[in-house]
């Protein structure tokens, strides 16, 4: 089993900055691929960053240019930088692990954007 401990969340005015963190803890697996997906209410879920093991990234259209995604190998731990947020980032942003297991997805901690 893997677990996804999530954390950063909260709520924040427009144009300032949050940093999300998800903790990856379990069985023995390798990790492929770790990200973030985000979804808000009444819309579909979408992907903000991902991270695959060799270090590239891709990041959805809507966050490029203001979010970062980065991983901590020896802590098995992702992070995503968010700045210059907007009312429409506010949702609940969901970590994904991609290992040998299989995918996980953590619980989710919301971030809403005031403006």
């Known amino acids: 089993q893997v677990q996804l401990v999530e954390s950063g969340g909260g709520l924040v005015q427009a144009g300032g900055s949050l940093r999300l963190s998800c903790a990856a803890s379990g069985s023995t697996f390798v990790i492929n691929a770790m990200g973030w997906y985000r979804q808000a209410p009444g819309k579909q879920r979408e992907l903000v960053a991902r991270?695959?093991?060799?270090?590239?990234?891709m990041y959805g259209d809507s966050v490029k240019g203001r979010f970062t995604i980065s991983r901590d190998n020896a802590k098995n731990t992702v992070y995503l930088q968010m700045n210059s947020l907007s009312p429409e980032d506010t949702a609940q942003y969901y970590c994904t692990l991609s290992s040998s297991l299989g995918i996980h997805w953590g619980q989710g901690t919301q971030v809403t954007v005031s403006s």
């Open positions: 991270i695959i093991s060799g270090g590239s990234t």
